[in-house]
């Protein structure tokens, strides 16, 4: 069974501290995404990663870094949290091909206090 | 510029019914997928069915089909024999060569399926 899979699925945070989303893929995909998703909108891109230390600004990268050391294992890194990253986030994978089908992991309900 | 839009918020059907559900999108793009996702209550997002630009025949997975209108840019997702189940929040979603393989998606279609 392909699975994507997010670490933790829920986390309060207040505003001013770190958080650290984990993602991660048993597909051996090389291109993974982080996605915010937010009450009334679509999904929006937030980094691409297309394989190891290969990672590429998205559509809202402002706040975020990412960092992916190995190949089944995308983090996210939000370095001093605002209230307005309150949101649910989505990790996605995909083989290394533009168009390919995207799997989504369960993803992190996230609120900053 | 690309875009993705759903213009129905919300829909709702019968136990056994077809459902259709609306999609239209801009791209100037040649080669492009249109894909169709569900969001559970949970929050899931799950894969349903995905239309390459480039194949005229209209793609069909169980009991998710699709009515792909290119010329027209627009894209219905089918959902034959409805069931409970299927209630979610359903999204459209544009892919191309173009925008680093990120999905541009519409708003959603929240569904339910009364029994």
């Known amino acids: 069974d392909m699975k994507v899979t997010q670490m933790p699925r829920y986390l309060i945070k207040r505003m001013g501290e770190n958080v650290l989303l984990e993602c991660g893929q048993d597909m051996s995909h090389e291109t993974m995404y982080w996605y915010r998703q937010d009450p009334g909108l679509g999904l929006q891109l937030i980094y691409i990663s297309y394989d190891v230390d290969s990672n590429s600004e998205g559509d809202i990268p402002k706040g975020y870094r990412v960092s992916r050391k190995k190949r089944e294992h995308f983090s996210l890194i939000l370095d001093s949290a605002k209230t307005n990253q309150t949101s649910v986030y989505f990790c996605?994978?995909?083989?290394?091909?533009?168009?390919?089908?995207?799997?989504f992991g369960p993803g992190t309900r996230l609120l900053v206090l | 510029a690309q875009r993705v839009t759903q213009v129905q918020p919300t829909g709702s059907s019968q136990w056994g019914e077809e459902v259709t559900l609306d999609c239209s999108y801009e791209?100037?793009?040649?080669?492009?997928?249109i894909f169709w996702y569900r969001q559970l209550f949970s929050g899931e997002m799950v894969f349903l069915i995905y239309q390459p630009s480039f194949d005229t025949q209209n793609q069909r997975s169980g009991r998710y089909s699709v009515v792909f209108q290119k010329s027209f840019k627009s894209i219905s997702l089918v959902i034959s024999a409805s069931q409970p189940e299927d209630s979610g929040t359903y999204f459209c979603?544009?892919?191309?060569?173009?925008?680093?393989?990120?999905?541009?998606f519409g708003q959603g279609t929240k569904l339910s399926i009364k029994p």
């Open positions: 791209t100037s793009e040649y080669f492009y997928r």
């Open positions: 979603a544009l892919s191309g060569n173009y925008n680093q393989g990120k999905l541009i």
């Open positions: 996605a994978s995909s083989t290394g091909t533009y168009q390919d089908t995207q799997y």
